[in-house]
């Protein structure tokens, strides 16, 4: 049941991309939705630039699809909020995924629950399995998808584009619509817009993931200190933030992984 | 959609306000002059790599240093050799530092520099003082600066440039690098300056390009600019002025400025490059504006035509009587620092010197023809024959996912199977193509403009992603340059090697049908529908087999002894022989898989499709093309 994809090349989402630059975030994502239809989704954390991203295409197209991975190990007030966000955003198709059950209690089984304590490769091993793998599957039947990244989130990534083809991910279209905003005009648009948000920001938190492995921080303290805190020699991507959606993440475990299975040789 | 929308110039130019706002690197250039990181480094140093702040490492780019991959302390520093071109003393010293500091490793790059990784921060103050003992920099070398000034490779001792433009290129160097006028630029900046009659230093894909003419007797340049690559590739555009030698670097700065203090070219990053301010303005446009910036018109004049194409590789007579020059070709353009070393003490031994190329291979110039013999025969030993075929010298290979952030894909060890396959199967035939190959669409191998261009990208299969390219095809730089076109998508990286025999292989038939030799594989595609050439590409002989392999799925826990690959292909036979197949390559995954006797550990089941191998005959149990094996955990314990 394979549905017609909608392909575009590198010059063309090149030339495309040009055109759209200097465009607000909902032309952006106008342009999306009608050019990929049910082929692209929402796929979100539901952290704040999600969130905006979110709003904008549900004013659009209320049907909007969207996508969020529920890796298990979640805090209890993101479970509470993501069924308020549902409540709120409820014409949107939710498809709310879950890492592969064989593959996690193959995991837990061999390593632990709390792996991710015991070494990076495991705790790469842990997101691998309850994170990217599930999201990747979802991406396999997308001809694009929607991110909150922003520009001035990652200094080495600046240079990030609205649209461009997404090459970690079968050359899909990766759009970026809140491309060229700063934090403040986020949270201004959540505001102005009465978007809900994870009451967890209001407790310190600055990255929100799963329960064990983030924690709020104190003021002064450095955004790092808030994910994977106990680790040495971890991998410096982009500060804490170091989603899938850039690529990156996915990048530093082939690598890691990589040298990790040669030590052990 | 593309450019159907004209530029609204008289848009109100952006105020600085708004370029801080929207572009988050302009405001890390106004608060923190990125140059000035260098003063910081022992500091960055006490502080710890883990402490540095993002900003910090991207300012390091103006130094030309860059994380390598992973991100865990190790960096790329990367070279500015002006025109490529280098004393045997400072090839020596670059190859004391890669393997003292870079674990005996460099890669000549398509700007004629040459770049190490592997160099961990707290030895970085150390490399770049060795750097500038050798009489050599890497400032400007990444960042948004004047970039290393390419030209062809032969300057001062081919025998057909029309003048030397060595001093140019020093001037140039001089004037702009490590110049803070200059080293706040909206982008990358890139140079090019030869008077090579065949162009061979790629004007049509560089910012500017002063090409060589002599106008009435008086030596100087046309000038192109706006060329470039990344997903919005261009073909540089004539300006149509005369531009006097000794003008050269006042005409350059004028461009630069006129680009530099547009801010429209500052908002975003992703049309920031000149190329866009030709899109916008056109080459008049451009050109008035640098004639009002100057006071003065430019005389007119034209951009010549490529007198055809050159290499440089092989055996050719300088213009110095009694001297010759040699291309080398260098496979991927890798060179250990040991080679480096040993190539530095033969050249210098005949009195040459060293050049390297847009191509990542390198020249030995100014080589006394009866030294010539022995110079050979010591640099075939290190390694590099000069009768190599020619195919190693005219294809590249960014530096791939191993070091790159970027790069989704391994070019560099694609790109010597391709050479080495096709090479081999067709012979002289293809000497002269060209093949690049890119990990990305920043195109640092410049793969657009390649004969054959691959593009690195993923293909989602069953059991996974893999690795794949797009094949790019009727690009090329000199006459007729053209951006390729991606005509054939997400090829998977088994699959890619065939198809080029199979495009390649139909070229040559055609070229034997029609018995001209001067039939290139550009014209052939030229004259094909994209359809044909997908045809022709994808669809295989009658004669050859389908694929017939069977698949081995392993689990996200024992992705640690794959590095992360969690699917094989392997040929069909028992599930006994498909395991050894499998211990090839990743043993330890199969130490753990199985016992000491040979059998299924007991922590583990191994299934084949929807079975349990135990009811098939366990290890004998036969593998069938389509087959799929998967490894699981036993849930009983073990």
């Known amino acids: 049941m394979q549905q017609h994809r909608i392909v575009f090349d590198d010059l063309e989402i090149g030339e495309i991309a040009v055109e759209l630059d200097d465009q607000e975030p909902q032309t952006v994502i106008a342009w999306a939705l009608e050019t990929f239809g049910d082929r692209v989704a929402v796929v979100t954390a539901l952290q704040a630039d999600g969130m905006a991203v979110l709003d904008m295409a549900y004013r659009i197209r209320p049907d909007v699809r969207v996508i969020t991975v529920d890796t298990g190990r979640l805090p209890q007030a993101t479970y509470d909020y993501l069924a308020a966000v549902q409540e709120r955003y409820k014409e949107a198709r939710w498809e709310i995924l879950h890492p592969d059950a064989v593959e996690v209690e193959a995991m837990t089984r061999r390593h632990g629950p709390d792996l991710f304590y015991a070494s990076v490769p495991l705790r790469l091993v842990c997101c691998h399995i309850r994170k990217v793998r599930p999201l990747v599957r979802a991406l396999e039947g997308l001809d694009a998808w929607f991110t909150g990244l922003r520009r001035d989130q990652w200094a080495s990534r600046a240079a990030i584009r609205k649209v461009e083809l997404d090459h970690d991910h079968g050359g899909i279209v990766k759009v970026n619509p809140l491309a060229d905003w700063t934090e403040d005009e986020v949270w201004d648009y959540l505001r102005e817009h009465n978007v809900p948000y994870n009451p967890l920001y209001d407790q310190g938190y600055t990255s929100i993931g799963c329960d064990p492995c983030t924690r709020p921080i104190q003021p002064g303290e450095d955004h790092r200190a808030g994910r994977w805190w106990w680790e040495l020699n971890a991998p410096k991507e982009c500060g804490i933030h170091c989603p899938i959606e850039t690529g990156g993440f996915e990048h530093e475990a082939e690598a890691i992984l990589k040298e990790a299975a040669e030590l052990h040789r | ?638």
Not at chain 2, 607 to 616: C, F, K, V
């Open chain 2, 1 to 638: 959609m593309a450019q159907s929308s004209p530029p609204n110039l008289r848009a109100e130019e952006p105020s600085w306000d708004l370029v801080l706002r929207r572009n988050s690197i302009e405001r890390l250039k106004q608060e923190r002059f990125p140059l000035d990181v260098v003063e910081e480094l022992p500091e960055l140093i006490a502080r710890g790599y883990e402490a540095v702040p993002e900003e910090d490492i991207v300012r390091l780019y103006w130094w030309g240093i860059a994380h390598d991959k992973p991100k865990v302390g190790t960096f790329m520093v990367r070279l500015k050799v002006p025109g490529g071109l280098l004393t045997p003393a400072q090839l020596r010293a670059l190859g004391a530092i890669s393997l003292r500091y870079g674990r005996n490793y460099g890669e000549l790059t398509t700007r004629q520099s040459i770049q190490l990784h592997w160099v961990r921060m707290e030895k970085l103050p150390e490399v770049l003082d060795a750097v500038a003992a050798a009489g050599l920099t890497t400032v400007g070398a990444e960042g948004d600066t004047v970039r290393n000034i390419t030209s062809c490779p032969v300057n001062g001792i081919n025998r057909d440039e029309l003048f030397d433009v060595r001093p140019v290129i020093e001037a140039a160097a001089r004037f702009f690098w490590g110049n803070r006028a200059y080293s706040n630029l909206p982008r990358k900046h890139k140079f090019t300056i030869s008077a090579c009659p065949d162009q061979c230093n790629a004007p049509e894909i560089h910012d500017i390009a002063l090409v060589g003419v002599v106008q009435d007797g008086t030596p100087g340049f046309a000038v192109r600019v706006g060329g470039g690559l990344s997903a919005t590739p261009r073909i540089s555009r004539d300006l149509g002025v005369f531009v006097p030698v000794e003008e050269a670097v006042p005409v350059l700065q004028a461009i630069t400025d006129v680009w530099q203090h547009h801010l429209r070219y500052r908002m975003s990053r992703a049309k920031a490059r000149i190329k866009f301010l030709v899109d916008d303005y056109g080459p008049d446009g451009v050109r008035a504006l640098v004639e009002e910036r100057l006071g003065r018109r430019l005389a007119d004049g034209a951009a010549p035509a490529p007198r055809g194409a050159s290499d440089h590789l092989g055996i050719h007579p300088q213009k110095q009587d009694g001297l010759v020059y040699v291309g080398f070709p260098v496979p991927s353009g890798r060179l250990t620092g040991a080679q480096m070393q040993a190539l530095a003490d033969v050249v210098e031994t005949v009195g040459g010197d060293i050049r390297f190329t847009r191509e990542q291979n390198f020249i030995v110039g100014n080589v006394p023809e009866d030294r010539l013999p022995w110079l050979l025969e010591q640099v075939a030993a290190l390694g590099f024959p000069h009768d190599r075929h020619k195919l190693f010298g005219t294809s590249t290979a960014c530096t791939s996912h191993e070091f790159c952030n970027y790069s989704v894909s391994e070019t560099k060890g694609k790109l010597d199977e391709i050479v080495e396959v096709l090479a081999d199967r067709f012979g002289p035939a293809v000497e002269g193509l060209t093949v690049y190959v890119d990990g990305c669409p920043h195109a640092c191998a410049h793969h657009w403009v390649g004969a054959i261009g691959l593009q690195g990208t993923t293909v989602p299969t069953p059991t996974g992603k893999i690795e794949a390219y797009d094949v790019s095809l009727r690009g090329g730089l000199g006459p007729g340059a053209a951006i390729g076109r991606p005509l054939l998508r997400r090829v998977p990286t088994h699959e890619v090697t065939e198809v080029l025999i199979r495009l390649v292989g139909a070229w040559l038939e055609e070229r034997e049908r029609r018995e001209d030799d001067d039939y290139t594989f550009r014209a052939f595609c030229d004259e094909r529908s994209d359809e044909e050439l997908q045809r022709i590409a994808l669809e295989a002989p009658a004669a050859e087999e389908p694929r017939d392999v069977a698949v081995v799925r392993i689990p996200g826990p024992l992705l640690e002894f794959t590095g992360g690959i969690d699917h094989l292909e392997v040929q069909p036979g028992t599930v006994r022989d498909v395991l050894a197949v499998v211990a090839q390559r990743f043993p330890k995954l199969v130490a753990n898989l199985l016992t000491e006797e040979g059998e299924v550990a007991p922590a583990f089941l191994v299934y084949l499709n929807d079975d349990d191998i135990r009811g098939l005959g366990g290890l004998d149990a036969p593998l069938r093309a389509g087959d799929e094996l998967s490894v699981l955990m036993a849930m009983s314990g073990g």
